[in-house]
């Protein structure tokens, strides 16, 4: 059982923890009755911001990152032994696994004053990388970072 004190996903969990179940979704999704969030008024919404991220890193060396991602792994005290195993297995077949266990975006923003992390998710999967495809355009989705200073 989690408490408010723990981080708000496992050190090998990489999905959002929220109100969902193993037995049938979401409190919306089963039908229950009535507001299952709180009203917020234009103070509260300002005080939330949604930070997004998306990388894209090469691994040319799959080696050096397994074994770093194996010794982090072996390194994790409150690791339960049956999780240790199915994660050792999981991050000597795929490099985005091993990737996943070393990368913990929460530590982006644990020593900014003024803010806390609320809610955390992330995930790690291999690509097909093209860097002249309009698919990895950041400017299409964010703005276009192309465009020259005062033109149109």
């Not at 089963?30 to 949604?50: A, E, I, K, Q």
């Not at 409150?78 to 985005?96: K, L, Q, T, Y």
């Not at 070393?102 to 291999?126: K, Y």
Request: proline share 7%; hydrophobic share 30%; charged share 35%.
């Amino acid at each position: 059982m989690r408490t408010r004190g723990d981080p708000p996903c496992g050190s090998s969990e990489l999905a959002v923890c929220g109100d969902a179940t193993e037995r049938g979704g979401s409190r919306e999704s089963r039908g229950f009755p009535g507001l299952t969030l709180r009203r917020m008024n234009p103070s509260d919404t300002s005080r939330y911001v949604r930070l997004r991220v998306d990388l894209v890193l090469e691994v040319p060396d799959a080696g050096a990152l397994t074994g770093a991602a194996l010794e982090h792994i072996d390194a994790d005290e409150f690791m339960p032994d049956e999780e240790r195993g199915h994660a050792e297995s999981a991050v000597r077949e795929d490099e985005s696994e091993a990737l996943a266990y070393l990368v913990d975006p929460t530590d982006l923003v644990a020593e900014i004053p003024g803010v806390e992390l609320v809610q955390a998710s992330w995930s790690s999967e291999p690509v097909e990388y093209d860097p002249e495809s309009l698919e990895w355009d950041l400017g299409e989705e964010d703005g276009d970072f192309d465009r020259e200073p005062g033109s149109a």
